[in-house]
């Protein structure tokens, strides 16, 4: 079962108000971290040098001389890019009131092990077959949080969803402007046929299984939305309870790894386009970090249409998932229970704030590219552009890690069948449905983009 912060007090988490949220909530400080680093890479540029000296970009490698070599050469960025994340992770866990001598210890290990693996994935034979950071990480977590026992100190720095939050942000950054306004009508109007369609399969299974109306609705949120973030928000908006929570959140992170596997053998298999195949990885994926490992396995084309996709055509609806069914809940299921407050604040509080910071940050880079001549483009996307994806890989790559280490499958069986085989339902329509529209009926359009 899934553990990372996503348990207890923090799966159901408390509500801020004013301005408090702003240093209180996960959302607002991946903005607050994407958004400085897309600022700093900036005033760098501005000033005549470039953020790139803290990626830490480790050369691709056939032999030990060539590894040694390189390591040696980027040995000070690394140890930059360190204290870079260490010290901006370790103010937002301080407010997030996380014990942060904890955060720190565990956060050199996770760091460390993310220097590893992304060494691995720089060998030539890792690239060979498209063995990318964040997907070694996933496997590795996998292994060792099913085999040894996580020490509490080290799960204080397994901030899944801050981190794939954090790497959103600095994926606005990577995306013009003019792309997201331009494909955002077609989709928002897929995504929502799908998020619909996903939704109802598996509430109505479920429902006719016996299982709780709420549970029903938080696993059909789970696998219809936004994954980990969308169970959390509408479990929380519909007083779902906190062992239902982590259950959907488990399917989740369950069917997210499946599909990272399933998706890119039968987009390979299929000899799909590389824009059709982001849109149906946007579609059909159930979590941002595992979606965008598989995208990118098929170049920027598709990472671009999988984070339209995605981000733009489901995740930010969230907010509109919590209003509607919180209402559902408070008018029908709850009765005479207090529930919670159906009103229209409950859109901005059940916003995913994230995707703000992603907004903002394609906002910032697409000025700048407006700004310039074609020449200085060139020299924008080398100094800003390309250092930013590689901030943003080293995010997903703690995501991915922090993910794998968190999942138990072992405790997953104590639950029963019967959720499992609610949400396998929504996956089934989930994955064919988003085949037809992706490929069949909008396969043009993707492949154009």
Known sequence: MHKTNLSDERALPTIQSGWAEFIRKEDWWAVWIGLFLVILAVVLWSAGNSIKVLTAQIPKWGGIHTLTAALSHHFGSIVLLFITFFILFSIAVFFLRVKLSQFVSGFIVLFILSVLINIFSSWEWAQRYNLEAPLIALAIGLVISNIIPIPDWFEAALRTELYVKVGIVLLGATLPFALIVKAGPVAILQATIIAVVTFFTIYFVGSKLGLDKRFAAT???????????????????????????????????????????????????????????????????????????????????????????????????????????????????????????????????????????????????????????????????????????????????????????????????????KPFVAFSSGVAVNVVLGYILSILVLGSYWANL
């Open 219 to 417: 696993l059909g949120a789970g696998g219809s939305i936004c994954g980990v973030s969308a169970s959390i928000a509408v479990g929380s908006s519909i007083k779902a309870k906190k062992e239902h929570v982590s259950v959907s959140i488990s399917l989740v992170v369950i069917w997210a790894i499946v599909m990272i596997f399933a998706l890119s053998l039968m987009i390979k298999w299929l000899k799909i386009p590389a824009g059709p195949a982001g849109a149906w990885i946007g579609t059909s994926e159930f979590a941002d970090a595992a979606g965008i490992t598989a995208a990118s396995a098929f170049g920027d084309k598709a990472l671009t249409a999988f984070t339209l996709m995605k981000v733009i055509g489901r995740d930010i609806f969230i907010g509109v998932w919590c209003f509607i069914l919180a209402f559902i809940s408070i008018t029908r299921w709850e009765k005479q229970e207090e529930g919670t407050k159906a009103d229209a604040s409950e859109i901005w509080r059940r916003f995913p704030k994230f995707v703000l910071g992603f907004f903002a940050a394609s906002a910032i880079v697409t000025i700048i590219f407006a700004s310039v001549s074609t020449a200085d483009a060139d020299v924008i996307n080398a100094d800003i552009v390309a250092p930013i994806k590689e901030l943003r890989t080293w995010a997903f790559t703690f995501c991915f890690l922090s993910i794998g280490l968190t999942t138990r499958f072992k405790q997953l069986t104590s639950v029963g069948w």
